[in-house]
T-cell receptor
Framework: AQSVTQPDIHITVSEGASLELRCNYS??????LFWYVQSPGQGLQLLLK??????LVQGIKGFEAEFKRSQSSFNLRKPSVHWSDAAEYFC????????????FGTGTKLQVIP | ETGVTQTPRHLVMGMTNKKSLKCEQH?????MYWYKQSAKKPLELMFV???????ENNSVPSRFSPECPNSSHLFLHLHTLQPEDSALYLC????????????FGPGTRLTVT
């Protein structure tokens, strides 16, 4: 079965600083990969996705992620963080075929300080 | 209405009550999901419906009963819940053709007293 690891439970960055959130997955083949963001009291919003092709994917709100097969990683990045980016971020792995059975990581809570 | 909607947004119920959570998707998708999100635990998949047929039931207690009358609507019927069932219940939908991401509703915050 696939699994997802987000090693950082909580990260604090200064507004305007760069951000990288780590995600590692375990799966025999290349899975579908997702990053979601959740603001307090809200559902999850899709930031970006990777299915195949270019390993650097662009998402909404200025986020990007890079798939590295050799490291089984799909890290999320943003060059300059805004206070409104404070939220919880979830990496997810999906299996190809049929309905999307997705496994979510435990999340990384991002705090942005002025 | 657009996207995925859920009602009610907040629900407080006693352990002997019966209530239902409703989810509606306006995206033309044909797969729908119920997730449970508890504090400090990973998101737990509860049920999956594909083309109105239940395709996954992740060992969920029988006090949770899903219903999918059509591809746009999903219900979660609740009865004789326990305090540990208090959580955020999220509904999601996707297009059931493989390479499709899930879209989530805002969730129902359930408190069992």
């Amino acid at each position: 079965a696939q699994s997802v690891t987000q090693p950082d439970i909580h990260i604090t960055v200064s507004e305007g600083a760069s951000l990288e959130l780590r995600c590692n997955y375990s799966y025999g083949a290349t899975p579908y990969l997702f990053w979601y963001v959740q603001s307090p009291g809200q559902g999850l919003q899709l930031l970006l996705k990777y299915f195949s092709g270019d390993t650097l994917v662009q998402g909404i709100k200025g986020f990007e992620a890079e798939f590295k097969r050799s490291q089984s990683s799909f890290n999320l990045r943003k060059p300059s963080v805004h206070w409104s980016d404070a939220a919880e971020y979830f990496c997810a792995v999906g299996l190809p075929g049929g309905y999307q059975k997705v496994t979510f990581g435990t999340g990384t809570k991002l705090q942005v300080i002025p | 209405e657009t996207g995925v909607t859920q009602t009610p947004r907040h629900l407080v119920m006693g352990m002997t009550n019966k209530k239902s959570l409703k989810c509606e998707q306006h995206l033309g998708h044909n797969a729908m999901y119920w997730y449970k999100q508890s504090a400090k635990k990973p998101l737990e998949l509860m049920f999956v419906y594909s083309l109105e047929e239940r395709v996954e039931n992740n060992s969920v207690p029988s006090r949770f009963s899903p219903e999918c009358p059509n591809s746009s609507h999903l219900f979660l019927h609740l009865h004789t819940l326990q305090p540990e069932d208090s959580a955020l219940y999220l509904c999601a939908s996707s297009q059931d053709s493989g390479r499709r991401e899930q879209y989530f509703g805002p969730g129902t915050r359930l408190t069992v007293t």
